[in-house]
């Protein structure tokens, strides 16, 4: 499966709302919707929709069509309707022209005084008689539908990226960890060779002799206990393992970025232990550009679905 970002935007549009050749279709011919699907990140799936007065009934199934695709982001759906057949004046059908001349010659036969229809009269009635309402639904769902299918490619296309960009942070983690292994033996051997250097300027100072065999046991036990002290073997294991997970779930993808913030605040913790643990500058500086690798991809799996 593909990683999905949750960051994403599609538009489609129809040329028209209708194709037919009858004189109620034609009306409408210029009508033009539009649909526009945004998303960005979010920790539970929010959805918004921005819907002209005459289509707002198609909210629950435009909401179901959303919930059966997405599961995390915040997600704005606008549909504009524009140019309807309402902003434009058009001729009245032959039917109703001949109904309201059957009408006229009724009402005049009754009252001979009745002023007669003029053309502005005419074309308000029959703009009333004729206007049909025009049902938008399966043309916004299919314009929905496209739109939807847009956003899936843009938000996977994103997700990609993000997907390669963690895969590097973590080979660099990894590289840094790699460096910590050698730095503990070579720590403990400097501090049993200080202790040692110590131990005979306190002998010398004091002009008291002692064998090189108690100095040496002394040391040994300096050393072994400045070693348990710095010990990050499990640290180092421990962030093996939060690698290895994350870069799983980045080869499997789907929904991970709520696991992925788990394994990070994991990476997070190991990582200070390390910087706690810390004995030389070498080993302070690997534990701050973990830190800084751990919050590049803190921050850009907050963008992952």
Do not use: C
Request: hydrophobic residues 40%; proline residues 3%.
């Amino acid at each position: 499966m593909s990683v999905y970002s949750m960051t994403g935007y599609a538009a489609v549009q129809s040329s028209s709302t209708s194709s037919g050749s009858d004189e109620a279709s034609q009306q409408h011919l210029h009508a033009h919707l539009g649909v526009e699907i945004r998303s960005v990140n979010s920790r539970f799936l929010d959805l918004a929709f921005r819907l002209p007065d005459e289509l707002r009934q198609m909210e629950p199934a435009l909401r179901e069509l959303l919930l059966a695709k997405l599961k995390r982001g915040k997600v704005e759906l606008r549909v504009a309707l524009t140019g309807s057949s309402t902003s434009s004046l058009q001729p009245p059908s032959a039917s109703t022209l001949q109904r309201l001349g059957s009408l006229e010659d009724t009402i005049k036969s009754w009252l001979p005084q009745a002023t007669l229809l003029s053309v502005a009269d005419v074309l308000r009635i029959a703009t009333n008689e004729d206007k049909k309402p025009h049902d938008h639904s399966e043309e916004l769902l299919k314009l929905a539908q496209k739109a939807l299918k847009d956003l899936l490619s843009a938000r996977q296309r994103e997700g990609s990226r993000l997907k390669d960009m963690l895969t590097d942070r973590t080979a660099q983690l990894r590289a840094l960890s790699a460096q910590v292994v050698p730095l503990v033996p070579k720590l403990v051997e400097q501090q049993k060779a200080k202790f040692l250097e110590r131990f005979k300027d306190a002998m010398a100072l004091a002009d008291v002799s002692s064998t090189p065999e108690s100095a040496t046991d002394r040391a040994l036990t300096e050393a072994t206990s400045f070693a348990i002290r710095i010990d990050v073997a499990e640290e180092v294991t421990r962030l093996a393992s939060h690698l290895d997970e994350i870069d799983r779930l980045l080869e499997g993808g789907g929904e991970l970025g709520k696991r992925l913030d788990f394994l990070i605040q994991e990476l997070h913790r190991e990582a200070n232990t390390l910087g706690s643990k810390s004995a030389s500058l070498e080993l302070t500086r690997i534990s701050v550009d973990m830190k800084v690798l751990i919050e590049q991809i803190r921050e850009q799996v907050q963008n992952i679905e």
